[in-house]
C-alpha cells in the first residue's frame, strides 16, 4: 500500500472485508519472508499487509539494534507503527476485526508496540520472540489489550532466542494480570506447520465471535 512510513507488501482478501493482519518479520528478513503465510493461515476475509522494518540488516531489515542497544530502535520502530496503523485503521479496516502477528524482532514488537498502542485489535500473535522489559511493560500498556486475546509460542530448542526467557518473561505477565496463552513446540527459531494450523484455528475461533 503506497503512503505508508514503511515500505510493504499488501495481500488483499478473498472476500471484501475491512479485517486486516499486520505482519512483522524478525531480523534480517523482510516482508517477503511472509508472503505464504496467508495460504497457511486460509482465512478468505482477512487482508495482510506484510512490513519491512525500517533498518537495513545484511540483505534484509531489522526492527532495533542487537543487545544491549535495542530500545532506541524498538521506540523508533513503535514510532512508525503507531502511524502505519492510524492509518490502516482510519477508514478503510477495522480495529477490533484485526489481528498483530510477529515473528522473533517482530514478536518483540507484538508485545512493546501492540500492548501500549491506544486501538484495541481482535488478537495478537508473537512467535519465537521476547519481552524487552516486561515489568514496564505492565505499567506503560493500554489496560483494555487485556481484553482482547493474545498468544504466545515459543519453540523449545530454540538456539537463538531461548526459551527459557521467553516462558519466564510471559509468566511475569500472566502472574500479574495480564491474560495471555503461551504454547511451546518441539522447534527451533521457525515456524512449523502444526503451529500454523493452531494458529489459523485460533485466529477463526476469535473472528467467528465477531459475526
Known sequence: ??????????IPSKVPSKKIMIILHGRGDSSEGFTNLPDFLNIDEMNYILLDAPFEYF???SW???PPEQLPGIEYSST????????LFQEEFNAHES????????????????ARYHNVLA????????IYDAKKLLKDMNQDVNKSNWLCTH?????VLPYNTSQRQVKILQDSGFDIEFKSYDK??????????MISEWMKNILNTLN
Not at 519453540?155 to 538456539?159: H, M, R
Not at 527451533?188 to 494450523?197: G, P, Q, R, T, V
Open 123 to 130: 488478537g495478537y500473535i508473537a512467535v519465537s520472540g521476547y
Open 64 to 66: 532495533y539494534q542487537l
Open 155 to 159: 519453540g523449545t530448542f530454540d538456539n
Open 80 to 87: 512508525l507503527l503507531t502511524k502505519v496503523l492510524d492509518e
Open 188 to 197: 527451533d527459531h521457525s515456524i512449523d506447520a502444526e503451529e500454523l494450523k
Open 1 to 10: 500500500m503506497k503512503n505508508l512510513e514503511l515500505e510493504n507488501i499488501f
Open 99 to 114: 489481528f498483530l502477528f510477529g515473528f522473533s524482532q517482530g514478536s518483540l514488537l507484538t508485545f512493546e508496540f501492540g
Open 59 to 61: 540483505t534484509g531489515y
